[in-house]
């Protein structure tokens, strides 16, 4: 378990501050009165968690994971914490927040592809 810890250390601190941040209280969640900034949250969120477990596979194995399984495990992972806001007061499962999640992830995604691309030339 320790060896797990330490391959995916900023995978896991990631994952630990979405839980924070999704799984707070409605009442708790500051409100800046910027429409559908909540899903720039979302996207950035779920983006970093993508970017973080990439990073850390390719420090372990020196290759990309696989795209699919990299996609759907953070979707899934998006999707679970969707549902655990139903039991979250003042929280609420929204399928628009899914797709945010997603589009972070597929942008991300991209991203890190190149980014490790682009490490592997120089």
Known sequence: MKQFISKYKFTIISV???????????????SVGIPHLDKVVHCGMFGCVTVCYYWDYYKVYKKVPYLW????????FGALTEIMQTYVPGR????????????????????ARWGVKKYKQD
């Open 16 to 30: 630990i501050l979405v839980l924070v941040g999704i799984l707070m209280p409605g009442d708790d969640v500051p």
């Open 69 to 76: 399984l990299t996609i759907v495990s953070v979707v899934l």
């Open 92 to 111: 609420s499962c929204d399928y628009r927040d899914l797709i945010a999640d997603t589009t972070g992830i597929m942008l991300a995604t991209i991203v």
